[in-house]
């Protein structure tokens, strides 16, 4: 049994080594996303306001504006300061941006950690926990976003942590270690993204229907709080404590500056701009209810879907046979089944929020990637009861399970570095009716073509939204790539297109990066072009 043990340990280990290794080997394949310069400049505006409060005389060699006149002032750049090492003394942006995705992924395979401990934890597995990691880890566009995009895998990262600091304090009773743990952990998830502040919702809940349920049913049921008043308020004065301490922004008049943030993130109105949705061009105010679900049932796995509506059925099942036949109360039965209700609640919850306050979302459902992991959780509480109440079914889903991640691994070594637009096997069909490449990630892999196959010392290369790829370039490949009003060349990444037939007047397709039959990436030449 011990050597049993050690060896599932050192596979573990070794599984999480070899996707450390192969990390730190892809990192730099990945171009630069649109938001990325943004959020280094933030970071940056708070450092600078915090050495100037230190009294430290830190220069980066940037002109950046002051915090207070900011635009982006509101937004939580705690997890991103470590990032400011890859800045000083440094004049190569390549190396910075590079630098972030390396310590962006090494953020989000923490979490994914914290995830497998937390499954671990609940479903008493090494096997499932595994499993349940995996989903996350090898999720396609998850693998690619974990590396460019700081904020909302970094979100998902922190959001996986908090869910298991949750069910630590939970399972603790409240012991102080852990009320501080929890406090600082969802405190660091809402600087990331104001959403994060559910779970302190959700505990300060159900520290209210515990006592609730012990002050109905002092004989049937035991309350998991002995003090649910000063753990509740400990709960709420710690974690804006450290929520003031991590965002600059509130130090000067805390009261305003929490008030400002939560104005400001709840009704968000920043961006302006169209989407492409269902083979339409639509504007924000247009977004539909089932914005959210179509994209999941588009761009999550075909098998992660079908055992997620499996997990819905016999929850549903379960839940109505106990409730007849033990005849217990709905409150017995919520404290029995209490993790799934709260991984439902992390779904539903921000979803309705979403529905009901028409907040903005764009750029597929990336604002939306921390469900997956309570939604990956139902599924692993599925696959659990089905392995130990109805084995026949399990035996018959575990195929499905294994031949879905083996396909999912081939998908992302076949068509990597381009995870980013992965749709499942029914999307995929209609991916061309909905946003590709919107951060024009793959800009730099198509300029690397052109710099192939063209032996000119001088390019005219025009890309769409912005031209972040030329950082990555050596300096050798920077040089040839020239401005023109009327270059030579123009890249189209299909951000606000419909379709997979793009016209340039002017100009003919000479080449396009595919992935699963629709076009991510075009490149034009000038008619005539020598």
């Known amino acids: 049994m011990k050597n049993r043990k050690r060896m599932t340990k050192c596979l573990i280990v070794f ?112 096997l499932f926990a595994m499993m349940g990691t995996a989903m996350i880890a090898l999720y396609p566009r998850f693998f690619s976003e974990q590396f460019y995009n700081i904020k909302d895998m970094v979100f998902v990262a922190t959001f996986m942590i908090a869910m298991f600091v949750s069910v630590e304090l939970i399972e603790s009773k409240f012991k102080w270690n852990w009320i501080f743990c929890f406090s600082a952990a969802t405190a660091v998830s809402a600087n990331v993204r104001i959403v994060g502040i ?30 649910p008043f000063i753990c509740g308020g400990s709960l709420l004065l ?42 339409k061009v639509i504007h924000k105010e247009e977004l539909p209810w089932y914005y959210v679900p179509v994209w999941m049932l588009i761009s999550v796995p075909v098998w992660y879907l079908i055992l997620f509506a499996a997990a819905i059925v016999t929850g549903i099942c379960v839940f109505v046979k106990k409730l007849k036949i033990e005849e217990k109360s709905i409150l017995e039965l919520f404290s029995k089944y209490k993790y799934i209700i709260w991984c439902i609640l992390l779904i539903a919850g921000p979803w309705l929020g979403i529905v009901i306050m028409h907040s903005t979302l764009y750029n597929g459902w990336r604002h939306c990637y921390f469900m997956l992991p309570p939604l990956v959780l139902l599924i692993l509480f599925e696959v659990e009861y089905l392995f130990r109440e109805k084995r026949k079914v399990f035996l018959a889903f575990l195929p499905v399970m294994i031949i879905g991640a083996i396909l999912q691994i081939i998908w992302i070594i076949n068509n990597h570095p381009y995870e980013m637009v992965y749709f499942n096997n029914v999307g995929k069909h ?8 919107y951060w024009h990630l793959s800009s730099l892999q198509a300029v690397r073509y052109i710099l192939e196959v063209e032996e000119d010392d001088k390019l005219s290369v025009e890309t769409p939204g912005n031209d972040f790829y030329r950082y990555l370039l050596t300096d050798e490949e920077r040089e040839r790539i020239i401005e023109a009003d009327s270059p030579l060349y123009r890249i189209e990444t299909y951000r606000g297109k419909i379709g997979n037939e793009v016209e340039m007047d002017g100009y003919e397709e000479i080449y396009s990066i595919l992935v699963d039959d629709f076009k991510v990436a075009t490149i034009f030449k000038k008619n005539g072009g020598n």
């Open 238 to 279: 710690l974690f804006l404590s450290v929520f003031v301490l991590i965002l600059p922004i509130t130090w000067e008049n805390p009261i305003r500056g929490i008030y400002d943030v939560f104005t400001k993130f709840s009704n968000f109105d920043d961006w302006n701009s169209t989407i492409v949705f269902m083979g």
């Open 430 to 437: 209609f991916a061309s009716s909905f946003d590709r490449d």
């Open 15 to 126: 599984a999480f080594a070899v996707y450390l290794l192969v990390g730190i080997f892809i990192y730099q394949d990945y171009g630069i996303s649109a938001d990325e310069p943004t959020e280094r400049l933030s970071t940056l505006v708070n450092a600078k306001y915090i050495f100037k409060i230190l009294g430290i005389d830190k220069e980066t060699g940037i002109d950046v504006p002051d915090l207070t006149e900011y635009k982006d002032k509101y937004y939580g750049t705690f997890l991103q300061m470590p990032a400011m090492i890859f800045e000083f003394h440094n004049e190569d942006l390549g190396f910075v941006f590079r630098g972030r995705h390396l310590y962006t992924f090494i953020l989000c395979l923490i979490g994914c950690a914290a995830f497998f401990l937390l499954c671990k934890k609940l479903l008493k597995s090494d």
């Open 198 to 227: 559910i779970f302190l919702m959700l505990m300060l809940g159900y520290l209210f229907v515990d006592y609730l349920a012990g002050k109905i049913w002092p004989i049937k049921y035991k309350s998991q709080c002995a003090h």
